[in-house]
């Protein structure tokens, strides 16, 4: 079956049967960008059912890993990486070699099945723990999905309950990320998909914004090694830079 045979065959209506990590995986080489479901099925059926609201779509990963190739990002830090969904699709889309730190050891389970099923591992990896408690590599291009918006939400609405979720621990976060954007090297891009809660170092541009997604998809790059000037929200930068 062709590439384009496949996914009408995953976009017609859900049933029982999905595709392997093989189909997914050719069909995503060839150009096509599969349904959510298709890439979900692999997962197991509780990580599938939350996939809508914590885990990347994939048309977002795939316009995030073009971006990647243009910008020539190698290393790619997915913070936060969950099930991994987002570090294999961008892996199986660019160039780039993705390291995904959670702090969730249920979650780096399944991404690292999907590594494996996808056979990935030369150029994905998980490493579990939590943000400020695990050593980070310098790399060329940070991706956060809302990784620290789950403190802000309800009981029911949580992943878990096994790990801190506070508004303290958001802001404490939130600091740590914009500290650690501060300090990197110039040239450093940061995608964010419906923002990451903290301020930017107004050394960073806004460079490319995702068109049709269901939340914003921006791509910003640090361009000068020291400017004066506040520290914005990512809402309160674009509007500067789109009015
Ligand atoms: C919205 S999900 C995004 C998952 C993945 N990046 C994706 O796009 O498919 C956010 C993930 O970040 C993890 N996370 C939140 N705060 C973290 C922290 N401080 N350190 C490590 N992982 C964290 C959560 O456990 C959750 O799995």
Known sequence: ?????????????HTDVGPTADEVAFALRAGVV??????????????RERAWMFWTPVRVAVEVAGWLDRYEARSVLDLG??????????????????????????????????????????RVRFEQGAFGAVELPTVDAYYLFNPF??????????????????????????RAMTALLAASPRGTLLCTYNGFGGT??????LVRVGQGHPCPLRLWRKELDRASGPFLSEEALAELVLR
């Not at 079956?1 to 009408?8: D, E, K, L, Y």
């Not at 599969?34 to 990580?47: G, K, Q, S, V």
């Open 34 to 47: 599969p349904d959510d479901r298709a890439f979900d099925w692999l997962l197991p059926e509780r990580e």
């Open 200 to 205: 930017l170092p107004p050394t960073f541009r």
């Open 1 to 13: 079956m062709t590439a384009s045979g496949h996914a009408r065959r995953w976009t017609a209506s």
């Open 149 to 174: 918006g789950e403190n802000l939400f309800s009981n029911g609405e949580q992943i878990d309950n096994t790990v801190e979720l506070s508004f303290e621990r958001y802001r404490r976060d939130c």
């Open 81 to 122: 990486s969950g099930v991994g969904k987002f570090a294999v699709i961008a892996a199986l889309c660019s160039k780039a070699s993705v390291l995904g730190v959670e702090q969730r050891a249920s979650l780096i389970e399944v991404a690292r099945d999907l590594v494996e099923r996808f056979a990935l591992s030369a």
